[in-house]
């Protein structure tokens, strides 16, 4: 079982439209555990919610006095950023310990670091790292207009040689993905946050522009994805022969898990790749932002946490 930690709100403001910086200690005063670039705690929000935010920092930290964390405010969403935008300063709530689906390479070469909206979160510890170790890196940010950019000016302030900010609305289009691919160095390592569409066109592009799989790393922090055309679909267990429903608004990991199944999984957004099961009969749909459009074609694996199926029965390799 999961241990969880007992975090306390300890200061919270607006950094941008419908963006809160919020700031935990942990309940009893101690000092909380230590977490690379790239890392995310969970929070458990009640009723079975739970929401990941990627931790900011100046880079690495052996052990934490505070976690900081930047939510944005989806009214759409799953309830997970409403319950964050409505803590106030001195609730508590326990969160898991410091996970990270989305290191930095370890590899002295260059860093091409583009983020998307609130995926700006973990590029900023990154920046703070790979400016600490004089490893070379660029920073492409982009976001819909200025007033939802949050932490511009200081992102400016502390590397101002690396950054690159793109408006959309200012620009009159989104963000150049082929270009800084182009330009960038064939040895360089690519790291992409924002949204899965952001995501999917950005390792397209990158694979297109020579880069190979290995050097494209991805985080995606989504609800999983559900849609008003959602249906019922059965899954089954081949080593067992049992099968189970999955109804809309409930992930074939959630299903197997009540049923007392043990999974193995970890970021529940389809990004991490630990979840990815074979697929023996069925055609799954996927909402995953792992696969490459050639494997979501064959059909022969899935990411079970967030994708469904398009036919009545899966039958998977569990």
Do not use: W
């Not at 297109?208 to 922090?221: D, R």
């Amino acid at each position: 079982m999961t241990e969880l930690v007992s975090l306390k709100l300890d200061a919270a403001e607006r950094v941008a439209r419908n963006v809160r910086l919020m700031r935990f200690v942990h309940a009893e005063g101690q000092n909380l555990a230590g977490f690379d670039p790239g890392a995310h705690i969970e929070f458990q929000l009640g009723v079975g919610l739970k929401r990941a935010y990627s931790l900011i920092a100046d880079g690495a930290c052996s052990t934490a006095s505070s976690y900081t964390v930047a939510v944005l405010l989806e009214t759409d969403g799953d309830g997970g950023s409403v319950a964050m935008h409505a803590m106030q300063v001195g609730d508590t709530v326990n969160c898991t310990a410091p996970a990270n689906d989305f290191p930095l390479h370890a590899a002295a070469s260059p860093s091409v670091l583009i983020a998307g909206g609130i995926g700006i979160t973990p590029m900023i510890s990154m920046a703070g790292a790979l400016k600490e170790g004089q490893r070379p890196f660029q920073l492409h940010y982009a976001s819909q207009s200025r007033d939802r950019m949050a932490f511009a000016d200081l992102l400016a302030a502390k590397h101002a040689d690396h950054l690159s900010l793109h408006f959309d609305d200012e620009a009159g289009a989104v963000l150049d993905l082929s270009a800084i691919m182009s330009g960038s160095d064939k040895s360089a390592h690519i790291y992409i946050c924002g949204p899965a569409g952001m995501i999917e066109a950005g390792r397209m592009t990158a694979q297109q522009a020579g880069f190979p799989p290995e050097q494209i790393h991805v985080e995606l922090f989504t609800s999983p994805d559900v849609r008003s055309g959602d249906v019922p679909f059965d899954v089954v267990v081949n080593s067992s022969g049992e099968r189970f429903t999955v109804p809309p608004g409930k992930t074939i990991i959630e299903v197997l898990e009540e049923a007392g199944l043990d999974i193995m999984y970890d970021c529940q957004r389809g990004d991490c790749g630990i979840c990815q099961t074979d697929v023996l009969d069925g055609v799954p749909d996927h909402r995953d932002v792992v696969l490459s459009e050639a494997e979501r074609s064959e059909g022969k694996v899935m990411q079970i946490c967030v994708s469904r199926a398009k036919t009545d029965t899966l039958v998977l390799d569990l």
